[in-house]
Every structure is written in C-alpha cells, then in structure tokens.
C-alpha cells in the first residue's frame, strides 16, 4: 500500500530553521506531484508548498514564499520541505501529500500523518 511518512518535526525557537522529509513507498513517486500542508489548532488545513513531478516548477503560498523551499529527489522516493526564518505563527502539523497527477492543483491522492513543527517566541 501507499505511503507517506514525514519526519524532521520538532520544537525550533524563532528565526530558526528546519528541514521536513516525506518519504514514499508503494506509488511510482515520479508519476506524482507533490505538496506539503499544515494545519494550526483550531484552524482549517492549508496549502504550503507543491511541486510537479520532475521539480521543474513549484509553488507556494504567499505567507511562506522567500522562506521556504521545497524540493524531491525522485531517486530516493523523498520530498522536502526547507523551512527558514520561523515564526510562532508557523506552529502547526505539516502533512505530505500526492496529488493525482504529474501537476499540482487538482485533488490530493494521498495523505501522510504528518509531523509536529513548533516555533517558540
């Protein structure tokens, strides 16, 4: 079966940095594009960051744009999410995620359980 397992989480004060990594297993990885969500207490999922099947192109939403980076190695089945210049408001779990197709936009495919980021003051 399918799946995503995120690690790299942790507790990061402000201006820090981490690096996520979601591995994949049971999908032909480079058929798929990529993205990367989160999801705060008490607030509703959110898109962070996707990229297409080769790495050409990626995408992100504007809160993170300049500070986060993301990037996959198709050879070791692994995407990866960049996460410099921290904030508090950046505390949330972050999910991996495949999207149906070689191009982001569309539905998600498939889900991992997501890894804790917390940003102290």
């Known amino acids: 079966q399918v799946q995503l397992v995120e690690s790299g989480g942790g507790l990061v004060q402000a201006g820090g940095s981490l690096r996520l990594s979601c591995a994949a297993s049971?999908?032909?990885?480079?058929?798929?594009?990529m993205g990367w969500f989160r999801q705060a207490p008490g607030k509703e999922r959110e898109f962070v960051a996707a990229?297409?099947?080769?790495?050409?192109?990626?995408y992100y939403t504007t809160s993170v744009k300049g500070l986060f980076t993301i990037s996959r190695d198709n050879a070791k089945n692994t995407v990866y999410l960049q996460m410099n210049s921290l904030k508090p408001e950046d505390t949330a779990v972050y999910y991996c995620?495949?999207?149906?197709?070689?191009?982001?936009?569309?539905?998600?495919?498939?889900w991992g359980l997501g890894t804790q980021v917390t940003v102290s003051s």
């Open positions: 995620a495949a999207y149906y197709g070689s191009h982001y936009g569309g539905q998600i495919a498939y």
């Open positions: 049971g999908l032909t990885f480079s058929n798929y594009a």
């Open positions: 990229i297409n099947w080769s790495g050409f192109s990626t």
